[in-house]
């Protein structure tokens, strides 16, 4: 599986993820989310997803802006 074909998997859960909770506590609409490790907390970058290892180690692991009733569908932001 190609990385990029990974980052997009990982990027459609997260945001599923996020409009899950969102449905939850009664929220509706458009949502924006950045999911990343920072590096001032001593938080080291994605080396591998699935146990691939990636070419460039990534230290966002998704963003974009959805809709809570269509989370799969990420526009960029």
Do not use: H
């Not at 909770?21 to 490790?37: A, Q």
């Not at 920072?38 to 146990?51: A, G, T, V």
């Not at 809709?67 to 990420?74: G, L, N, S, W």
Request: net charge positive.
């Amino acid at each position: 599986m190609k990385e990029a074909k990974l980052g997009v998997q990982l990027e459609k859960k997260l945001s599923c993820a996020i409009a899950g909770v969102l449905k939850e506590y009664g929220i509706s609409g458009p949502y924006m989310f950045n999911v990343y490790r920072d590096e001032n907390y001593c938080q080291k970058p994605i080396y591998k997803i699935k146990n691939k290892t990636l070419s460039i180690p990534q230290w966002c692991l998704g963003s974009g802006s959805s809709q809570v009733d269509d989370p799969a569908r990420i526009t960029p932001i």
